[in-house]
């Protein structure tokens, strides 16, 4: 009977800490878009959770006139949105003007149909 009481508070514990935490968080989608006429490339690094893997970093493509989706993760409100990933290489493309990930100005954040955010990164032009 002790175990069961043990267990039953346990659980509400852990249910009670989750709760708080995830009015925090959104489950946040990260897409780059590139309205130039060239394919452009970039590399990012992102840390893997549980932090043991490390972090991961990823080639990505993206056709003219296309988006990607980059990352889909809970991110926590009010962190600006390149914070999430560790490093962001744009390989340089001519004739083609980049932005810099690494500002805030250059994440546009909206809402999906469901109500959740989304940012998306305009890469080129």
Known sequence: MKKNILLLLASILILSCGA????????????VKNNSNQ??????????????????TRQFSVPPMDS???RQTNFKKGVA??????EFNIFPNDYVTMFDP?????WKKGFDTKGRPFHTFLIAE
């Open 20 to 31: 708080s935490a995830i009015g925090n968080y959104a489950t946040t989608t990260f897409y």
């Open 102 to 106: 690494n500002k805030t100005e250059n």
């Open 81 to 86: 949105p390149q914070k999430w990933f560790l």
């Open 39 to 56: 394919t452009i490339n970039f590399s990012s690094t992102v840390v893997v959770f549980p932090m043991s893997r490390g972090p991961l």
């Open 68 to 70: 990607i989706l980059a």
